[in-house]
Nanobody, 124 residues
Framework: VQLVESGGGLVEAGGSLRLSCAAS????????MAWFRQAPGKEREIVAA????????YYRVSVKGRFTISRDNAKNTVYLQMNSLKPEDTAVYYC??????????????????WGQGTQVTVSS
């Protein structure tokens, strides 16, 4: 499975960005997909995750109400819509896939495929 992220960039505080992650593989719909982020000097942390069907989602507390994860299984793509961005959201954002599913896992070690990351920078 290959994951390719896009959509990162520089935005002012309060602005929005939409990240996309395109995945290869014929059984994409069976994978739990997640977005993680890692800021300089900090550990990688989960931002949001979505079940294979899209029926279940998980968000870290600090992004609830601002970020929305979604997926289009017909396009093998998962999205992260980020609104009301804050400087503390600045990080490299990674797309990840858990092929063992179906339960959503919050720990990075549960995910066996990773994208290369895309930089999100929010200026104050």
């Amino acid at each position: 499975v290959q994951l390719v992220e896009s959509g990162g960039g520089l935005v002012e505080a309060g602005g929005s960005l939409r990240l996309s992650c395109a995945a290869s593989g014929r059984i994409f719909s069976s994978y739990v997909m997640a977005w993680f982020r890692q800021a300089p000097g900090k550990e990688r942390e989960i931002v949001a995750a979505i079940s294979g069907s899209g029926g279940s989602t998980y968000y870290r507390v600090s992004v609830k109400g601002r970020f929305t994860i979604s997926r289009d299984n017909a396009k093998n793509t998962v999205y992260l819509q980020m609104n009301s961005l804050k400087p503390e959201d600045t990080a490299v954002y990674y797309c990840a896939a858990d092929s063992t599913g179906p339960t959503i896992q919050a720990r990075a070690y549960a995910y066996d495929y990773w994208g290369q990351g895309t930089q999100v920078t929010v200026s104050s």
